[in-house]
């Protein structure tokens, strides 16, 4: 299974780390692609609507999130903001998905790049 993620916008928006990421369950251990698994298949991801809720009057600084799901011959792209509550457990989805994202951002850089951001 792929997942493409990609959020954009909130207060503290940065692009650089915001770029669309790219997770394949089968590069992550055995437990963590099992989680991701469950999790799309609880929210039974592939019919859910395109658009999932909308973002509020007044709400300039709502982080909106983009999520294609590739498994086999299916995919699916769902749209959603921060403030989509339904169906449950799409924002723990939404923020693991956050999360391996900045995981392997960090484990992107490399020793230099650690030192030069030291000095």
Do not use: W
């Not at 207060?11 to 790219?22: E, I, K, R, S, V």
């Not at 457990?89 to 960090?106: D, M, T, V, Y």
Request: glycine residues 6%; contains cysteine; hydrophobic residues 40%.
């Amino acid at each position: 299974m792929q997942i493409e993620f990609k959020s954009s916008g909130g207060l503290a928006y940065f692009p650089g780390l915001n770029a669309p990421m790219a997770i394949d369950s089968e590069c992550l251990n055995a437990d963590e692609a099992d989680a991701l698994k469950a999790e799309v298949a609880a929210l039974d991801f592939f019919n859910l609507p395109v658009r999932l809720g909308s973002i509020p009057l007044g709400a300039a600084d709502m982080r909106e999130y983009t999520v294609t799901v590739r498994d086999g011959k299916r995919q699916h792209t769902i749209h959603c903001t921060e403030a989509t509550t339904d169906p449950p457990g799409l924002l723990s989805f939404l923020n693991h998905l956050e999360n391996l994202a900045l995981a392997a951002r960090l484990s992107q850089l490399s020793p230099a790049d650690d030192e030069t951001s030291s000095n």
